[in-house]
């Protein structure tokens, strides 16, 4: 599944973040729920509108947005006491 079939991006809509198409739930507040402990059953029993595809595609879009994030190393300056 591709995440785009699922999850939409409208400035119009909670300023632009990533939502559940035909709903107002954004990605972030689905991984939220996830990475709190919440299963995806009980997700989709409190969020009865959302299905397991729209999870899924949560899911995908967070990974794709952590694949394509860029870590730049910064130089660390010299101390001039010569301790840390």
Same mark, same amino acid.
């Given at each position: 599944m591709r995440w785009e079939e699922r999850i939409m991006l409208d400035? &119009?809509?909670l300023v632009g973040k990533p939502i559940v198409k035909g709903?107002?739930?954004s990605v972030e507040f689905v991984?939220?729920?996830l990475g709190r402990g919440w299963?995806? &059953?009980q997700v989709l029993d409190e969020y009865d509108h959302l299905k397991p595809e729209d999870i899924q595609a949560c899911l995908a879009y967070a990974s794709d947005v952590l694949k394509s994030e860029r870590v730049f190393l910064l130089p660390i300056p010299a101390s001039s006491s010569?301790?840390?």
């Open positions: 400035p &119009d809509v709903t107002r739930i991984i939220e729920l299963t995806t &059953d010569g301790s840390p």
